[in-house]
């Protein structure tokens, strides 16, 4: 599936390989990716196409901000992804 706006994709390169990211923007070759914790939405990561894949397409109200162009908190970003992950708790820091 291709990776759009919105969609969840997982790093297959770099330091923060392994990890989920939202993809707040797709620009040609480039994506600009969020995890709500070490990249924020404030900042996004600018990743190539090429060193992340798809994940899943997020059903999500998060995915729904994104895609509306509304404004999405990096605790809204961060519960989402846990939850999709089954991580334990996506609050906390560290």
Not at 37 to 45: F, G, I, M, N
Not at 46 to 72: C, L, P, S, W, Y
Request: glycine fraction near 8%; proline fraction near 2%; charge should be positive.
């Amino acid at each position: 599936m291709d990776i759009v706006k919105s969609s969840i994709v997982r790093s297959i390169a770099g330091r923060d390989k392994g990890k989920l990211f939202f993809v707040l923007e797709a620009e040609g070759d480039f994506l600009l990716l969020a995890d709500g914790k070490s990249r924020k939405v404030e900042t996004p990561k600018r990743k190539k196409r090429k060193h992340a894949v798809f994940a899943m397409e997020a059903d999500t109200r998060v995915a729904a901000k994104i895609r509306n162009g509304e404004k999405i908190t990096n605790s809204e970003v961060r519960r989402a992804l846990a939850q999709l992950s089954g991580e334990g708790n996506p609050d906390q820091e560290g």
